[in-house]
């Protein structure tokens, strides 16, 4: 069997893991009604409704501009399609959207510090990023992307030792 192909199997099932916990914390828990877009938009996307999901997401985009959340989901569908073609298109929307995302939650988190939300998106945006880079075979970036999803989740860990989804996401890099 071809290495590349388990190489690719594993990331995409790692990915579809990690994304499935995203939604099932957020679908598990009391939302206001902005994070309810976010439920849906997940929902439409794992039904494979991509412009759904998108208009969800855009919608959380305009009531929270400065929430890194809506970019970083919106980001998803951009990482599916291209782990499927490499198609560049795909990999530069991602990447531009991940880093909407990162720069709006390093800002936030000069006013709140212990926002461990934020940091789970942050993780959570340099997992996806450590994927797209490993697909892409640039090892070099995929190595520092996980080294930053390790410090965000371990950042996370540090502020509530009881937030269960950190250790659960940490563990994916030891399967």
């Known amino acids: 069997m ?10 995409c099932n790692i990915n579809f893991i990690f994304s499935a916990i995203l939604f099932f914390q957020f679908v598990s828990n009391a939302q206001p009604i902005s994070l309810k877009k976010i439920s849906s938009g997940l929902n439409s996307l794992y039904d ?4 759904l999901s998108d208009s969800y997401f855009q919608d959380f985009i305009n009531s929270n501009p400065e929430h890194a959340a809506g970019y970083y989901f919106k980001s998803l ?17 991602f990447i531009k959207y991940t880093d909407t995302s990162i720069s709006k939650a390093e800002l ?3 006013k709140d510090t212990a926002d461990v939300f934020t940091y789970y998106i942050l993780g959570s945006v340099y997992f ?20 930053m999803f390790q410090y965000y989740f371990n950042r ?16 994916l890099i030891h399967i």
């Open 48 to 51: 494979f409704q991509f412009e």
């Open 128 to 147: 996806q990023k450590a994927v797209a880079y490993s697909r892409g075979e640039e090892y070099l970036n995929a190595l520092w992307a996980t080294k």
């Open 77 to 93: 569908k951009r990482l599916w399609f291209y782990l499927d073609n490499r198609n560049e298109k795909y990999l530069n929307e």
């Open 108 to 110: 936030y988190l000069e």
């Open 2 to 11: 071809n290495l590349f192909y388990l190489q690719k199997k594993l990331f």
């Open 156 to 171: 996370i860990i540090s502020i509530d030792s009881t937030y269960s989804d950190a250790y659960m996401c940490l563990s």
